[in-house]
Structures are given as C-alpha cells and as structure tokens.
C-alpha cells in the first residue's frame, strides 16, 4: 500500500502548519494573563496612594474635633480650677459648658444638658409669640412620653408642665429644668470632676477621648434627695 502522504501531500503541509499554530495560541495564552494583571495592580497602588492622602488617615487632623473634650490649650489649668468650685460655675462659661457636654455624651446622657440649655434659651424669648412654638418643641423634644431626647422627670412635674402647654409662659419648664439641673449636679458633674479628661486639664495635658459609658439605669429625683453630692477630685 502506497503513502498516504505521497498520494495527499497537501495533508502533511497542513500538519507542519499546525504545530507553530498550537505553540503561538499557547505562548498567547500565558502572555495575556500577565499583561492582564499589570494594570490590575498599579490601580491598586493608585487607589492605596490615594486612601492615604485622605484627611482621616492623618491622626494630627482629629486633633481639636468636636468628639474631643476641650483642649489644654484653650483651657488654662486655673480656668478649669475653677470649674470644680461649684456646678453653676462650670456651666456658667461656655468653655466649662462645652466641656461638660462632650463628657456627658461619652455616658450616653447628653439629653439633659441640652434640655437645660433650651430651656435657657426658651428663657430669653423677646416676645410672647415666640413662645409656643419654642415650648412645643422643647416639649416635644424632651418632655412628652417617648420622646426621642425624653429626660427623667416625675410624674407631677412632666403632668404640671404638659398642662401648661396650651398658654405656655417663660417660667413655664422653669420646675422640669430644675429637676434635671440637679440630676446633673448629683450625678454627673462629681464624676466629670473625677474623669480623666478632666484631671488632664487641670495638669495643663491636652484631654484625651473618654471611653464610653454606658448607664445602667435611668435616675430619677428621689434617687438623690437627702444626698449631698461628692466633689472629692481624685
């Protein structure tokens, strides 16, 4: 019997061109996921570089934020002194008020400061329209059941100010504001006076982050009759 390819010579010239065929399809397919990944990596490098100029990359540029508490250099250790003399003295100077509130929000209870401050706020009305909308809100805000900002008051004192709701006066959260003035005072401030960020300010050392707090209960009023508070700085 003949060669096959004698008789089809056309079959092995088109074997001879397969084999470069097969290995140039081979060398291309190891090629392409290489080249592939170049640009795969440098855009990872790029959006690193650029994660890194970010502003909350730099620990230097959370210096001075609000979720700190007031820094040693706006705060003389003799100003801050002066903040353990008595609560009214604290919240008297709006760098002691400031103070105060950023510690309060580390326990989860800043509630209470911002319902005295409305309430001073709501004290200064300049006419008596301006009245009922600021008192429904305060009201809304602060007093009525459920409220999303909702401080702890007795029931006579919440019933007293809901009931003076429909012709509200200046003096009108004046008994619920006191209240809450001296929960504050019994509770919060001895602790603030004890907290670290507050001893920091009197060695004149920048106030570190608090860690935060959680309560474990509400207080109510009755809680703290009879009590004086602790004001011992330790």
Known sequence: ????????????????????????????????????????????????????????????????????????????????????????????????????????????????????????????????????????AIFETFIQKDAPKEVNLDFHTKEATSQSMGQPLRSTFDAAQSTVYRLMEQDSYPRFLRSAAYRGLLQGRPAARAPLRRRSRSFTVSDFQGVRPDLTVW
Request: hydrophobic share 35%.
């Open 1 to 136: 019997m003949e060669n096959p390819l004698l008789l089809f010579p056309q079959l092995n010239i088109s074997a001879s061109k397969d084999k470069p065929y097969h290995k140039d399809m081979k060398s291309a397919i190891k090629e392409e996921p290489h080249k592939a990944s170049k640009p795969g990596a440098k855009q990872k490098r790029n959006r690193l570089s650029l994660l890194l100029q970010k502003p909350e990359f730099h620990e230097s540029d959370h210096l001075g934020r609000p979720g700190n508490l007031t820094k040693a250099a706006s705060v003389s250790p003799e100003e801050a002194v002066k903040w353990g003399e008595s609560f009214d003295k604290l919240l008297s100077e709006k760098a002691g008020l400031d103070a105060f509130t950023k510690f309060l929000k580390t326990e989860f209870s800043e509630e209470n400061i911002e319902f005295w401050i409305a309430c001073e706020d709501y004290k200064k009305s300049k006419s008596a329209h301006e009245l009922l909308p600021k008192a429904k």
